[in-house]
């Protein structure tokens, strides 16, 4: 049987109001509430028609089987995800994607009935989120909690911090010891070596590609053995079988003359003029 109708499922972090959207999608009706994890439904062709299925959290170790079944089998569905790459390939395509966007409901009321709440951007494992964070928020203590949650890399969050902050004493002194701290005692150390205010946030340079071991390679040697090629290009013969090998910028990377291809020689045509 070709299901009646695709299902709908909404995106949205917590307190974005997924569920209610979900809810609401669902009708008036009678309405069952699953979690992915955990759909307590055996046979999809036993459900009433006049029933919706509500399935929440499919990022979370979803039964995909059973929710294929059920999209097939025609049952009025609707899900919930936290987020959209975690949910299977099978379940996403087979749905009608709606994304809850980014505003917290449950922090909008909270803000009209607490005076002095400060509202806090929670992140994810994305270090630009997590240092935008770091910079923005005061609430220190809610920072560290959720750097043990995920745990993210130490050297990662220094150099980023470093980057942003290089006159900051403080993350010099964690940096110094990082190796010698405990994950927890880290974490909060470096949660508390800034008070939170606004700073333009700068990445980590990189460091450049060394041009010279692609070279090596292409030639046939070893990436660290730019010291034997120099030598062997000293030699006027060696020099110019290189050069036919390589690019431009790599011939004057390496100070070797390319010869440039000759043109032909093209015997100019005589016209009617020249024989009067």
Known sequence: MKMRKRPKIFVG?????????????????????????????????????DYTVIIEEVNYKPQT??????????????????NKKSVPKLI?????????????????SLILTCKNNEKYVSFDDNIWNMMGVYIKTKDRDRLYRD?????????Q????????????????????????????????????????????????????????????LKLGFKADETYVLKKLISNQAY??????????NECKLLGIKKKRREKPKVRPLNKLEDYT
């Open 147 to 155: 750097l043990v949650h995920f745990s993210p890399p130490p050297m």
């Open 13 to 49: 972090k917590w307190g974005t109001g997924k569920t209610t959207k979900a809810t609401i999608e669902a009708g008036g009706g009678i309405n069952l509430f699953y979690y992915a994890s955990d759909i307590k439904i055996d046979d999809p062709y036993s459900i009433p028609k």
């Open 239 to 248: 020099a110019e079988y290189v050069a036919t090998k390589l690019s431009d």
């Open 92 to 108: 996403l395509n087979a749905c009608d994607v709606k994304m809850c966007g980014a505003k917290n409901h449950y922090q909008a």
């Open 157 to 216: 969050l220094l150099s980023w911090a470093i980057a942003t902050f290089p006159e900051n004493e403080k993350l010099m002194v964690v940096s110094s010891m990082m190796n010698r701290l405990n994950k927890n005692y880290f974490y909060a150390l470096f949660a508390y070596s800034w008070a939170g205010g606004y700073r333009k946030l700068v990445p980590p340079k990189r460091k450049e590609d060394n041009p010279y071991q692609s070279i090596c």
């Open 65 to 82: 089987d059973k929710i294929l079944d059920l999209i097939h089998a025609g049952v009025d569905l609707v899900l919930t995800s936290h």
